[in-house]
């Protein structure tokens, strides 16, 4: 699996030089020049790691990690700040907001490979789990098996993967579009309101004898494992 890597950096010059030593190291690589585009970008497609600049145009890097901490799926993000020479009390302030890493302009290229492949390595991303556990839920990927406090839920396939893939990102809204290109492929041509035809189904199986539904129905047509059945 590639790792995706976001640059936040509106300095041109050094945006291209990192985008090429890491895609060159192999990874997807892909810039922002702006604080606040790079947070609409990260909502929308979070990449595995962010690289983000501390001075930008805009919303600034540190505000910029402090909102990243605060949503959900973005709280674990592997996000290693760069700063400039000088800012060491700041820096300081920089960690404690939430960046896993920094490192101080001017830094050689050696340097920032070694500090993303390490933290990288350390991140373990829910998505690589085999059994994921949201709440009283547990999902075996290796298995195909799903429990909902200790008891096995019945699920077909489709329901299989659709909860699968709403544990993966709990708290994150999802278009029926969105659902269906990710659990049923993007290729496949079929009408958007299946999607709420096999929610349906999971939920019945899911909520059997239960109170609490863990998956929110959004307004417009949607759907979000709800963050606050984690706790
Ligand atoms: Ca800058």
Do not use: C
Not at 43 to 65: K, Q
Not at 79 to 93: D, F, H
Not at 211 to 220: A, L, N, S, Y
Request: aromatic fraction near 6%.
């Amino acid at each position: 699996m590639t790792a995706r890597i976001l640059i936040v950096e509106d300095e041109e010059s050094l945006a291209i030089m990192l985008r090429y030593n890491l895609e060159k190291e192999g990874f997807a690589v892909e810039t922002s020049a702006h604080g606040d585009e790079a947070d609409i970008r990260i909502r929308e497609n979070p990449p595995d790691l962010a690289v983000i600049d501390w001075m930008l145009p805009g919303l600034s890097g540190i505000e910029l990690v402090r909102r990243l901490r605060l949503r959900p799926e973005t709280k674990q993000l592997p996000i290693i700040m760069l700063t400039a020479r000088g800012e060491e009390p700041e820096r300081i302030r920089g960690l404690a907001t939430g960046a896993d890493d920094y490192i101080v302009k001017p830094f050689s290229v050696p340097e920032l490979l070694a500090r993303v492949q390490a933290l990288l390595r350390r991140a373990k991303p829910q998505s690589l789990a085999s059994v994921l556990s949201v709440g009283d839920i547990q999902l075996d990927r290796d298995k195909k098996r799903a429990l909902r406090a200790g008891r096995e839920i019945l699920l077909g396939p489709t329901e299989f993967r659709l909860l699968e893939f709403l544990m993966e990102n709990v708290g994150r809204v999802y278009a029926r579009e969105q659902v269906l290109n990710s659990v049923w492929g993007r290729d496949v041509y079929i009408d958007e309101r299946t999607v709420d035809v096999h929610v349906g189904r999971l939920r019945k199986a899911l909520n059997r004898g239960k109170e609490t539904d863990p998956i929110r129905t959004v307004r417009g047509g949607g759907y979000a494992f709800d963050e606050r059945y984690q706790s």
